[in-house]
C-alpha cells in the first residue's frame, strides 16, 4: 500500500464533501451509481479529460502490478462504451493531462519504470494519435491549470514550476520562493488569474503554501493553513473562494478548510463524513461537489460518496458506486452527469470497470429542505 508520506505525484486527486461540526444535516440525498462499459485495461493513478467532442480520453495509469502503461482509450457517453486510440511513446503514470484552447490534450511528466518523466505529448482527436511536443525542464508532476492566456501551469515537486506555451511547444521555469521548494499536492486557477498552490515542505513537516503570478512569473506565500496533512485537494466554488480536504493519512475524516483570495486566508471549517484520500471529486452544475471512494486501511478503495452544497454549508449523502476505488478518476460529462472510471478496488488489484453517477436532485431543491 502507498504511503502517503511519500514524494506526492499528480494523484492528489479533488476531493470533497465535508461533515461539518454541526447538530442539522441534510437529509440523505442519494444519487444513483449505474455501471457503464468497462475500459480495455485495468487502471489506476491514469488521467480522464473531456473533450470538446463529448467523449472523455483515459490515458496511461498503472496496472495490479503496478506497471505503467502507455495505452489509452475514449469514452462514448452516447453508446456507453470505451474503445481504443493510440498510444502515448512512453508508459506513464501520476502525470499531467491538460484540454488546451484548440482541444488537443496536453499529457506531460509523471513517472514509470525508468523512474520521473519529463517528456510531453499532444493527443489530437481529429487524428486520434499522440506527438511529441517540447520536453519539460524538470521531470515528475504534481498537479495543473490552464492559464486564461492559453498557457499551462504544472507544479514540480521540487524547486520549480513549469510554464508550458501551445504556441510554441516549449516549456520555461520558474522557482517556487518558499525556501526548499514545496512537495506539491494540488494547483488551482482563481479567478483573478493566479494559480494556489498547496503542499507541503521538503520535508513534510509543515504546510507550505504559495500563489503563482503569471504576468509577474513570480510566486508569493499566502496562507498559512489552520490544518495541514500531507495530501490535500482543492476546488474554486462559485463565490470565488477554494474548498481544500486534506487527507490525515488515517482512519479518521479528513480536514476540511476555505482559502479566501481576497483576504489570503484559510479558515478550517469541518471534517469529512469518511475516508476519502485518493478519491475523485468534482464540481457538479448545480454548484454542489461530488467527493467518491478513497484508499481504507490495508489500500482497499472504499465506495462512499458524499456531496458538499456551498449554499448550506452541509454534508449530504450522496449513495454509493458499485464497487469501492481509490486513485480513479471522476469526470463531469456534457449531460450533467459524472463518468467514474478505473482506480484500485482490492488492494492491490486495479479494476477496469466504471459507472455513471446521476444526481437526483437539484440545488434549489437541496437549499429549500
Excluded at 514524494?7 to 449505474?34: E, N
Excluded at 475524516?253 to 471534517?271: A, K, L, M, N, Q
Excluded at 464540481?283 to 465506495?303: A, E
Aim: aromatic share 6%; glycine share 12%.
Amino acid at each position: 500500500m502507498r504511503s502517503c508520506r511519500a514524494t506526492i505525484t499528480k494523484a492528489a486527486y479533488a476531493l470533497l464533501a465535508f461533515g461539518l461540526a454541526s447538530t442539522t444535516a441534510l437529509a440523505q440525498l442519494p444519487g444513483a451509481f449505474t455501471p457503464t462499459g468497462g475500459m480495455g485495461a485495468v487502471r489506476a493513478d491514469h488521467s480522464s479529460t473531456l473533450l470538446t467532442n463529448g467523449k472523455v480520453l483515459v490515458v496511461g495509469g498503472l496496472d495490479s502490478g503496478f506497471g505503467p502503461l502507455l495505452t489509452a482509450e475514449l469514452y462514448d457517453p452516447s453508446k456507453g462504451t470505451f474503445s481504443p486510440t493510440g498510444n502515448m511513446s512512453v508508459a506513464r503514470a501520476g502525470h499531467v493531462a491538460a484540454l488546451l484552447a484548440n482541444g488537443t490534450v496536453l499529457i506531460a511528466g509523471g513517472g514509470n519504470a525508468d523512474g520521473p518523466v519529463a517528456t510531453a505529448e499532444l493527443y489530437d482527436p481529429a487524428t486520434d494519435q499522440f506527438s511529441p511536443t517540447g520536453k519539460m525542464t524538470s521531470a515528475g508532476t504534481a498537479a495543473s491549470a490552464v492559464l486564461h492566456d492559453g498557457r499551462v501551469f504544472i507544479a514540480v515537486n521540487g524547486t520549480a514550476a513549469e510554464i508550458y506555451d501551445p504556441a510554441t511547444g516549449v516549456f520555461t521555469a520558474s522557482v517556487y520562493s518558499t525556501s526548499g521548494g514545496i512537495l506539491v499536492d494540488t494547483a488551482v486557477l482563481l479567478p483573478d488569474g493566479t494559480v494556489l498552490v498547496v503542499g507541503c515542505n521538503a520535508t513534510c513537516t509543515d504546510g507550505a503554501n504559495e500563489l503563482y503570478d503569471p504576468v509577474a512569473d513570480t510566486f508569493s506565500p499566502t496562507g498559512p493553513r489552520s490544518a495541514w496533512d500531507t495530501i490535500s485537494v482543492a476546488t474554486v466554488l462559485a463565490n470565488g473562494k477554494v474548498l481544500l480536504v486534506e487527507g490525515n493519512c488515517s482512519a479518521i475524516p479528513d480536514d476540511v478548510e476555505v482559502y479566501d483570495p481576497g483576504s489570503g486566508t484559510f479558515t478550517h471549517i469541518g471534517y469529512t463524513n469518511d475516508i476519502h484520500e485518493f478519491s475523485a471529486a468534482v464540481l457538479l452544475n448545480d454548484g454542489t461537489f461530488l467527493v467518491t471512494g478513497g484508499q481504507l486501511p490495508g489500500g482497499s478503495g472504499n465506495t462512499s460518496a458524499e456531496m458538499y452544497v456551498p449554499a448550506v454549508g452541509m454534508p449530504a449523502l450522496s449513495g454509493v458506486m458499485t464497487i469501492g476505488r481509490h486513485s480513479h478518476t471522476a469526470t463531469l460529462l456534457s449531460d450533467g452527469t459524472v463518468l467514474i472510471a478505473g482506480g484500485f478496488s482490492n488492494w492491490p488489484s486495479a479494476t477496469s470497470s466504471a459507472e455513471i453517477y446521476r444526481p437526483k436532485k437539484k440545488l434549489s431543491q437541496l437549499t429549500s429542505q
